[in-house]
């Protein structure tokens, strides 16, 4: 047999972590690497946070998994709090952040259907966005590398730049149900909208009596310094997707919506047979006890500007690597000159530093936001050392 145990559609480098050590993860070989992947922005409290390893193991002794058919204190609870923290009135709990912008999709669509409009099903999507791996999310992304060999595509999506207001606009039609947008986006190249496209975007949801939906998924859950990423605009979406750091490393993802956007998401219409299971629901409520206030929030953004600001300094020592610094709070982003992967790849095997390549020729930075300034420290000594081996290297 040829094929591997695991299905290879990962190119799996050569280090294989087995342990976490808050915000270090440790290889079978007992090196020590220091983590600004966190998971790909999951781990926002680390490997190894004491509450959050507490609620798991105290909730998993009493009851891991019921069905959605019964009544459930945990999904409540949970959903009060979130609810309480943002726009919305109600939130359906998943497993994945492809399942929250599944269900934000569906609950778009529903709206629609619901007020008659059953012609209204197209969102307008955004260039080199990742909305996740499923056909609908693959279906809404325009990135070739993702559709290869899953043709034909679902039908509903209308792809236009991002950060392009008049080109939204332009877009809208007697189809369109809204607009499905990441306010940064993660693997397109750590790329904030503006002000401007994003005030846009809601007044035309308004006008058109649109859905804007948002995708934050990577940048929602406290990674901006904001408990969400919208808050950085002064707007509110109707509906909204949540996972990685929702569940700080446990399966779990969300999708948010206000009462006028849900009216369509009526008994029948949706479900999941793990989504909200009273173990997922622990650790979304350990979690939510670290990052669901001002304070956390406010260290946050002082971390991410320490990073930023020290980035910024540093970049200009390799004017023929990096070209810019780019991104808000902790999920930022080093656009180079070169190919990103090598150099991330350069950093892992010798220096032990873990970062995530990423669209647009940039590497990000998205580390447990429990970072503090000897991390900090130790990121810049690593990066250092690796930037100029590289150009050693680079050469030669």
Do not use: W
């Given at each position: 047999m040829s094929i591997t145990p695991l299905m290879p559609v990962y190119p799996r480098c050569a280090f294989r972590p087995v342990k976490g050590d808050h915000c270090h993860l440790i290889g079978e070989d007992g090196q020590r690497y220091l983590d600004f992947a966190a998971g790909i922005a999951v781990n926002i409290l680390g490997h190894s946070h004491k509450g959050l390893i507490g609620a798991i193991q105290r909730q998993a002794e009493t009851l891991m998994h019921v069905s959605n058919l019964y009544g459930s204190p945990q999904g409540e609870s949970l959903a009060s709090r979130i609810v309480d923290l943002t726009f919305a009135d109600t939130v359906f709990f998943t497993n994945s952040g492809a399942e929250a912008v599944e269900c934000a999709i569906k609950t778009a669509r529903a709206y629609h259907s619901h007020v008659g409009n059953d012609h209204k099903y197209e969102l307008i999507t955004f260039k080199n966005a990742f909305h996740g791996r499923t056909m609908a999310t693959i279906s809404a992304s325009n990135q070739d590398k993702m559709h290869k060999g899953f043709l034909p595509l679902l039908a509903g999506f209308k792809y236009v730049e991002f950060d392009d207001l008049e080109a939204a606009k332009a877009a809208i039609g007697p189809n369109t149900a809204g607009f499905l947008v990441e306010p940064v986006q993660g693997e397109g190249g750590i790329r904030p909208a503006s002000d401007e496209f994003m005030k846009g975007l809601r007044a035309l949801a308004d006008e058109h009596d649109l859905m804007l939906v948002l995708d934050e998924v990577q940048c929602g859950y406290a990674r901006t310094g904001k408990f969400f990423a919208y808050e950085h605009y002064g707007i509110e979406p109707?509906?909204?997707?949540?996972?990685?750091?929702?569940?700080?490393?446990?399966?779990?993802?969300?999708?948010?919506?206000?009462?006028?956007?849900?009216?369509?998401?009526?008994?029948?219409?949706?479900?999941?047979?793990?989504?909200?299971?009273?173990?997922?629901?622990?650790?979304?409520?350990?979690?939510?006890?670290?990052?669901?206030?001002?304070?956390?929030?406010?260290?946050?953004?002082?971390?991410?500007?320490?990073?930023?600001?020290?980035?910024?300094?540093?970049?200009?020592?390799?004017?023929?690597?990096?070209?810019?610094?780019?991104?808000?709070?902790?999920?930022?982003?080093?656009?180079?000159?070169?190919?990103?992967?090598?150099?991330?790849?350069?950093?892992?095997?010798?220096?032990?530093?873990?970062?995530?390549?990423?669209?647009?020729?940039?590497?990000?930075?998205?580390?447990?936001?429990?970072?503090?300034?000897?991390?900090?420290?130790?990121?810049?000594?690593?990066?250092?050392?690796?930037?100029?081996?590289?150009?050693?290297?680079?050469?030669?």
């Amino acid at each position: 047999m040829s094929i591997t145990p695991l299905m290879p559609v990962y190119p799996r480098c050569a280090f294989r972590p087995v342990k976490g050590d808050h915000c270090h993860l440790i290889g079978e070989d007992g090196q020590r690497y220091l983590d600004f992947a966190a998971g790909i922005a999951v781990n926002i409290l680390g490997h190894s946070h004491k509450g959050l390893i507490g609620a798991i193991q105290r909730q998993a002794e009493t009851l891991m998994h019921v069905s959605n058919l019964y009544g459930s204190p945990q999904g409540e609870s949970l959903a009060s709090r979130i609810v309480d923290l943002t726009f919305a009135d109600t939130v359906f709990f998943t497993n994945s952040g492809a399942e929250a912008v599944e269900c934000a999709i569906k609950t778009a669509r529903a709206y629609h259907s619901h007020v008659g409009n059953d012609h209204k099903y197209e969102l307008i999507t955004f260039k080199n966005a990742f909305h996740g791996r499923t056909m609908a999310t693959i279906s809404a992304s325009n990135q070739d590398k993702m559709h290869k060999g899953f043709l034909p595509l679902l039908a509903g999506f209308k792809y236009v730049e991002f950060d392009d207001l008049e080109a939204a606009k332009a877009a809208i039609g007697p189809n369109t149900a809204g607009f499905l947008v990441e306010p940064v986006q993660g693997e397109g190249g750590i790329r904030p909208a503006s002000d401007e496209f994003m005030k846009g975007l809601r007044a035309l949801a308004d006008e058109h009596d649109l859905m804007l939906v948002l995708d934050e998924v990577q940048c929602g859950y406290a990674r901006t310094g904001k408990f969400f990423a919208y808050e950085h605009y002064g707007i509110e979406p109707d509906i909204l997707a949540s996972a990685k750091g929702i569940g700080g490393g446990f399966p779990l993802g969300a999708c948010l919506a206000t009462e006028k956007a849900a009216r369509g998401m009526v008994i029948g219409t949706h479900g999941s047979t793990y989504g909200g299971n009273p173990l997922a629901m622990a650790a979304g409520e350990a979690v939510l006890d670290v990052v669901g206030n001002e304070e956390f929030l406010a260290q946050v953004r002082t971390m991410g500007d320490k990073l930023r600001a020290r980035l910024e300094q540093f970049i200009g020592n390799y004017p023929e690597l990096f070209e810019e610094v780019r991104g808000k709070g902790l999920m930022l982003g080093v656009k180079m000159k070169v190919e990103p992967r090598g150099f991330v790849a350069h950093l892992r095997d010798n220096h032990q530093l873990l970062t995530v390549s990423g669209g647009d020729s940039t590497f990000r930075l998205v580390p447990p936001l429990v970072i503090d300034d000897g991390h900090v420290e130790e990121f810049m000594e690593r990066l250092s050392a690796g930037a100029a081996s590289f150009a050693v290297a680079e050469v030669q």
